[in-house]
Nanobody
């Protein structure tokens, strides 16, 4: 089993920044991919960004240039630096590790 614990969400004004963290523990297998998803009220969960074991990054078009995903050298913690936040970024953000491990979610609210 793998446990994912997120932190760093909160309330911020439009144009501000937040940094999310997700710490993984347990039976972590090598060569995993970790990512951040978000789910706004009434909408489906969507991929925001992901990072492979080798450091390859993928971003949704709506956040490209504003968000940066990274992971530590031990590859057990993944970060999401969110800059130039917009009200439409408001959602619950979930950490994910393949094949199908999820964190509990952290609320991000961006006020206009």
């Amino acid at each position: 089993q793998v446990q994912l614990v997120e932190s760093g969400g909160g309330l911020v004004q439009a144009g501000g920044s937040l940094r999310l963290s997700c710490a993984a523990s347990g039976n972590i297998f090598r060569f995993n991919t970790m990512g951040w998803y978000r789910q706004a009220p009434g909408k489906q969960r969507e991929l925001v960004a992901s990072i492979t074991w080798g450091g390859g990054r993928n971003y949704d078009a709506s956040v490209k240039g504003r968000f940066t995903i990274s992971r530590d050298s031990a590859k057990t913690t993944v970060y999401l630096q969110m800059d130039s936040l917009k009200p439409e970024d408001t959602a619950v953000y979930y950490c994910n590790m393949n094949p199908d491990y999820w964190g509990q979610g952290t609320q991000v609210t961006v006020s206009s």
